[in-house]
């Protein structure tokens, strides 16, 4: 039986407080709604309670900021994409972010299972005045239990991701277990099953001392990282800014990213970082 989820977010500003309705259809919604750090920052716990999505599962997430908006959507753990039995599983976000609006799009990490099927599409409409951060954390199979995404054994699934910032960055492409070129060349994943990106994004042009700025927050970070070798900054359009890392594992590419992150709220908006709770449980 394959599951067809669908969640609408709404957020808006009351007085000093962003507010959030939701509707959802089928196995996807919300958690909860925090306010950490003070109304005007809503954060959100979305959940899948199936626990993962398999062959013929099509889940979609839909959210709307309106202006002067502030929200970070998070996960309490991994997504999972498993086995398929022929079928594609999907999962969609879109985002529209109003002008003056703040969106910080920040799951826990995907995992590809062997022999899944999975499409993963992003994509976030930024009005001028808008900003946002977000990541993706992709994990290829299950390393550490030996259960490895491209096992010649296996070798039969796919992951395919698409991330999209309309007029400013498009990103699409396919990693299929059988591709060594990919998975294994130094001018590929060169043997690591972890890719994890980062960008903030806004409506409006920024100014090259502000990218500049941002680069060498992100830059000092990823010098002291475990993986500095395996990670790179660059501002490919003036409206973003792009981390992306290669690693063995989650953790550490995980940890450099909420480090980054937690430089950028700092520099870009002037606000201290607060990790949302269920990242430390």
Same mark, same amino acid.
Request: charged share 20%; hydrophobic share 40%.
């Given at each position: 039986?394959?599951?067809?989820?669908?969640?609408?977010?709404?957020?808006?500003?009351?007085?000093?407080?962003?507010?959030?309705?939701?509707?959802?259809?089928?196995?996807?919604?919300?958690?909860?709604?925090?306010?950490?750090?003070?109304? #005007?920052?809503?954060? /959100?716990? @979305? &959940?899948?309670? *199936? $626990?993962?999505?398999?062959?013929?599962?099509?889940?979609?997430?839909? +959210?709307?900021? #309106?202006?002067?908006? /502030?929200? @970070? &959507?998070?996960? *309490? $753990?991994?997504?999972?994409?498993?086995?398929?039995?022929?079928?594609? +599983?999907?999962?969609?976000?879109?985002?529209?972010?109003?002008?003056?609006?703040?969106?910080?799009?920040?799951?826990?990490?995907?995992?590809?299972?062997?022999?899944?099927?999975?499409?993963?599409?992003?994509?976030?409409?930024?009005?001028?005045?808008?900003?946002?951060?977000?990541?993706?954390?992709?994990?290829?199979?299950?390393?550490?239990?030996?259960?490895?995404?491209?096992?010649?054994?296996?070798?039969?699934?796919?992951?395919?991701?698409?991330?999209?910032?309309?007029?400013?960055?498009?990103?699409?492409?396919?990693?299929?277990?059988?591709?060594?070129?990919?998975?294994?060349?130094?001018?590929?994943?060169?043997?690591?099953?972890?890719?994890?990106?980062?960008?903030?994004?806004?409506?409006?042009?920024?100014?090259?001392?502000?990218?500049?700025?941002?680069?060498?927050?992100?830059?000092?970070?990823?010098?002291?990282?475990?993986?500095?070798?395996?990670?790179?900054?660059?501002?490919?359009?003036?409206?973003?800014?792009?981390?992306?890392?290669?690693?063995?594992?989650?953790?550490?590419?995980?940890?450099?990213?909420?480090?980054?992150?937690?430089?950028?709220?700092?520099?870009?908006?002037?606000?201290?970082?607060?990790?949302?709770?269920?990242?430390?449980?």
């Amino acid at each position: 039986m394959s599951w067809h989820g669908q969640l609408n977010l709404d957020y808006r500003r009351d007085g000093e407080r962003t507010i959030a309705l939701d509707r959802h259809d089928g196995p996807l919604r919300v958690l909860q709604r925090l306010y950490p750090e003070g109304p #005007q920052v809503c954060h /959100h716990v @979305l &959940v899948h309670p *199936p $626990g993962g999505i398999v062959g013929g599962d099509v889940l979609a997430v839909e +959210a709307t900021l #309106q202006s002067g908006s /502030h929200a @970070l &959507v998070t996960t *309490p $753990g991994a997504t999972r994409f498993y086995k398929s039995g022929g079928k594609p +599983a999907k999962q969609t976000v879109t985002a529209k972010v109003a002008e003056g609006a703040k969106l910080e799009w920040l799951p826990l990490e995907t995992i590809a299972y062997r022999n899944c099927l999975a499409h993963n599409h992003m994509r976030f409409e930024l009005a001028p005045g808008a900003e946002m951060m977000g990541w993706d954390v992709l994990a290829l199979g299950l390393p550490a239990a030996k259960e490895a995404f491209d096992d010649p054994a296996f070798a039969q699934g796919s992951y395919t991701q698409e991330i999209e910032l309309p007029g400013v960055w498009l990103e699409r492409g396919t990693v299929r277990a059988d591709d060594h070129r990919l998975l294994d060349s130094p001018l590929g994943w060169d043997g690591c099953r972890v890719m994890a990106t980062l960008w903030l994004a806004t409506g409006s042009p920024m100014s090259r001392t502000q990218r500049e700025g941002l680069l060498e927050a992100a830059r000092a970070l990823q010098a002291d990282s475990p993986i500095a070798a395996r990670a790179g900054s660059t501002s490919p359009h003036e409206q973003v800014v792009i981390v992306r890392a290669l690693a063995e594992r989650v953790e550490p590419a995980m940890a450099l990213l909420t480090q980054i992150w937690a430089a950028w709220r700092e520099h870009a908006w002037g606000m201290a970082p607060c990790p949302p709770r269920v990242w430390r449980t």
